[in-house]
């Protein structure tokens, strides 16, 4: 497992100070990695998610609606 020295402000340390009590974890590394991979669920591009990729996949599944211009794609959406 990697490991790396990082310089926090006072800020930053309190912020991991209450990340970390508020979760019950044990220690400011838990809380770190709390906070990392929390941006990575809502803050990533959905494109470099694997979720992403079963969604994707879904979608390509179904069937479509084929129409021959954009004018009879309204006509169908808005008879749906």
Same mark, same amino acid.
Do not use: C, W
């Given at each position: 497992?990697?490991?790396?020295?990082?310089?926090?402000?006072?800020?930053?340390?309190?912020?991991?100070?209450?990340? *970390?009590? $508020?979760?019950?974890?044990?220690?400011?590394?838990?809380? /770190?990695?709390?906070?990392?991979?929390?941006? &990575?669920?809502?803050?990533?591009?959905?494109?470099?998610?694997?979720?992403?990729?079963?969604?994707?996949? *879904?979608? $390509?599944?179904?069937?479509?609606?084929?129409?021959?211009? /954009?004018?009879?794609?309204?006509?169908?959406? &808005?008879?749906?």
């Amino acid at each position: 497992m990697p490991q790396a020295i990082i310089r926090l402000g006072d800020h930053e340390d309190r912020i991991l100070t209450i990340v *970390k009590g $508020k979760y019950g974890l044990r220690n400011k590394s838990e809380a /770190i990695n709390m906070v990392i991979n929390q941006y &990575e669920e809502q803050l990533l591009e959905p494109q470099l998610r694997p979720e992403y990729l079963t969604k994707l996949n *879904k979608i $390509k599944k179904q069937k479509g609606i084929r129409f021959k211009s /954009i004018d009879e794609l309204r006509k169908h959406i &808005e008879n749906a």
